[in-house]
């Protein structure tokens, strides 16, 4: 198991930037890549950004690409995700995944995870 904690959600304006963290507890850390998801109202979960295990990898979906970016802290068990040029179609709950999953099938597309935080809101207002 592994238990994983979203923080650093909030309200912000359009164009304005957040980060979020997620605290990771339980079996070994960078054993897993983490990724990142989210669920606007009425819509359903998608997938944001994950970053490999070693933390040299990153993949990222077009919505967001070139604004967010992932990092890793192996040492602190912690992942962030850096937003920029936050708009309002970015609100949404956004929840932190781990994945015991190997480069070559996130590079190949696959976005299973196993493990789920319960999320933290960010609420990006015009």
């Known amino acids: 198991q592994i238990q994983l904690v979203e923080s650093g959600g909030g309200l912000v304006q359009a164009g304005g930037s957040l980060r979020l963290s997620c605290q990771a507890s339980?079996?070994?850390?960078?054993?897993?890549?983490m990724g990142w998801f989210r669920q606007a109202p009425g819509k359903g979960r998608e997938f944001v950004g994950v970053?490999?295990?070693?933390?040299?990898?990153?993949w990222f979906a077009d919505s967001v690409k070139g604004r967010f970016a992932i990092s890793r802290d192996n040492a602190k068990n912690t992942v962030y995700l850096e937003m920029n040029s936050l708009k309002p179609e970015d609100t949404a709950v956004y929840y932190c995944?781990?994945?015991?999953?190997?480069?070559?099938?996130?590079?190949?597309?696959?976005?299973?995870?196993?493990?789920w935080g319960k999320g933290t809101l960010v609420n990006v207002s015009s």
């Open positions: 970053i490999s295990w070693t933390g040299e990898s990153t």
């Open positions: 339980g079996h070994t850390f960078s054993n897993y890549a």
């Open positions: 995944a781990a994945g015991f999953v190997s480069d070559y099938d996130l590079e190949a597309g696959y976005r299973g995870m196993d493990y």
